[in-house]
């Protein structure tokens, strides 16, 4: 399977704490993007970070990018119930377009 | 502005079976994505087209699925015949221009298929 992996698996923590997820993948890449996947609903476009960035804030979201362990973290600070969802790190493949792969995906829970 | 628009959202349909899906992208989106996503998977990259052109179906199992693009906006994907392992969801996502690598994708709600 070319699918990068995430941990953890799944993720449950109460309101207001922060979550963190980890991403990490194989090969060289133009940029690496998080999305956000509700129970039976399509994916929504988080943040992109691009290869030369090393960290990028978005709201609660915070995205940080190491070339050199080719990983990634998406911090989601003072988390709520209304984040609960599937995050899934994409990496765009150097030279491959658009090509996306995606990870397997990390399952949070925020408990109210 | 609508998003990606995707029908039908359920398709539930006997092994053996024909089965098509339709997707119409974002208007203005030249590139157009299908992916298939298995439960507790992320999505996989089935085809990618530029304008008609299909660029990268190196993914696509050409022996029982197909996909089209006329006139560079819609695009129909089908599987024929069905095995029971095609059992997803499939996810139609489209970008203003995919070609530089840097473009966000918008995805659709995704059709959920069920093979008997």
């Known amino acids: 399977s070319q699918q990068g992996e995430e941990d953890p698996q799944a993720l449950s923590i109460q309101e207001g704490e922060n979550a963190t997820m980890n991403c990490s993948y194989k090969?060289?890449?133009?940029?690496l993007q998080w999305y956000r996947q509700n129970s039976g609903r399509g994916l929504v476009h988080l943040i992109l970070?691009?290869?030369?960035?090393r960290e990028k804030h978005s709201g609660r979201l915070r995205v940080t990018l190491d070339t050199s362990k080719k990983s990634s973290s998406l911090l989601i600070t003072a988390s709520r119930a209304a984040d609960t969802a599937s995050y899934f790190c994409a990496s765009a493949i150097y030279n491959q377009g658009g090509k996306l792969i995606f990870g397997q995906g990390t399952e949070l829970s925020v408990k109210p | 502005e609508a998003g990606v628009v995707q029908s039908p959202r359920y398709k539930i349909i006997e092994k053996k079976q024909p089965v098509a899906f339709w997707c119409n992208p974002i208007?203005?989106?030249?590139?157009l994505y299908w992916y298939l996503q298995n439960l507790g998977q992320g999505p996989e990259l089935l085809i990618r087209y530029e304008n008609e052109e299909a660029v990268d179906d190196s993914q696509l199992p050409k022996d029982r699925f197909s996909a089209e693009r006329l006139k560079g906006v819609d695009s129909t994907l089908k599987i024929q015949p069905a095995e029971l392992g095609d059992s997803a969801v499939y996810l139609c996502?489209?970008?203003?221009?995919?070609?530089?690598?840097?473009?966000?994708?918008?995805f659709g709600p995704g059709t959920r298929l069920l093979v008997l």
């Open positions: 970070i691009r290869s030369n960035e």
């Open positions: 996502a489209s970008s203003l221009d995919g070609a530089g690598g840097q473009e966000t994708q918008y």
């Open positions: 208007s203005g989106h030249n590139t």
């Open positions: 090969t060289s890449i133009n940029n």
